[in-house]
């Protein structure tokens, strides 16, 4: 069965501060995609990543980084030098290929306090 | 980008009534609609999945006869809420997508409050 587990529920930082968000993942399938997305206040989410189980490089976009590690399950998001737009929840989601539906982590709620 | 609305963005209902919520995806077609339900402070389950001309695939535990959707065209997907209650109160989320887990593009929103 496929399941996406974020164990951290809330983390506060102080602005500048890197912050590591933690995702595991299980799943049977050999094929699956991994998503981050965003969910501010406002609720409306927003598609920060998509990742497929055959691409492994890190990846970096501004102050975002993902390291996905296959042999952990594992697609981490850093933040670095965060900053207090960045206080929101975070949800990591997996998607097998054959059945395109998203199985979302509980999300982690991340406050940036300036 | 894909942009994909949902009508209203928040109702207010008395427990009885029906319910219906809107789902359009405003520059593309969308072979796929999915539906999810988000109760304050957890996480975004899926209720059901809805491709164009057919039924709708419920997840287990979803009460079909309760949630009704219906996927008229590849560009509008509706969820009705029937009869609705208070334990029904919750944030509805619309997403859009193409086959192949390609990304699937969200709806702002709808969140319900049965009185």
């Known amino acids: 069965a496929q399941k996406v587990t974020q164990a951290q529920t809330e983390i506060s930082v102080v602005e500048k501060e890197d912050v590591t968000l933690d995702c595991v993942y299980e799943?049977?399938?050999?094929?699956?995609?991994l998503f981050w997305y965003k969910q501010p206040p406002s609720g409306e989410l927003v598609f920060l990543i998509r990742?497929?189980?055959?691409?492994?490089q890190n990846e970096i976009s501004g102050r975002y980084s993902w390291n996905f590690q296959k042999s952990t399950s594992s697609f981490n998001f850093t933040i670095t030098a965060s900053q207090v737009v960045d206080s929101a929840v975070y949800f990591c989601?997996?998607?097998?290929?054959?059945?395109?539906?998203?199985?979302f982590g509980t999300g982690t709620r991340l406050q940036v306090f300036p | 980008g894909a942009v994909v609305s949902q009508h209203p963005s928040w109702v207010i209902c008395k427990s009885g009534t029906s319910v219906k919520i809107e789902c359009r995806s405003l520059?593309?077609?969308?072979?796929?609609m999915f539906w999810y339900r988000q109760f304050p402070k957890q996480s975004l389950m899926l209720m059901a999945t809805?491709?164009?001309?057919?039924?709708?695939?419920?997840e287990q535990g979803v009460e079909k006869d309760k949630f009704l959707i219906n996927h008229a065209s590849l560009t509008l997907s509706t969820l009705t809420v029937t009869s609705a209650h208070p334990e029904d109160s919750s944030f509805y989320i619309c997403?859009?997508?193409?086959?192949?887990?390609?990304?699937?593009?969200f709806g702002p929103g709808t969140r319900l409050t049965v009185t």
């Open positions: 989601a997996l998607s097998e290929f054959n059945t395109d539906k998203l199985i």
């Open positions: 520059d593309f077609q969308a072979t796929t």
């Open positions: 990742r497929n189980s055959f691409d492994e």
């Open positions: 809805s491709n164009e001309g057919s039924k709708a695939t419920y």
């Open positions: 997403s859009a997508g193409l086959a192949g887990g390609d990304e699937q593009y």
């Open positions: 799943t049977r399938d050999t094929t699956y995609y």
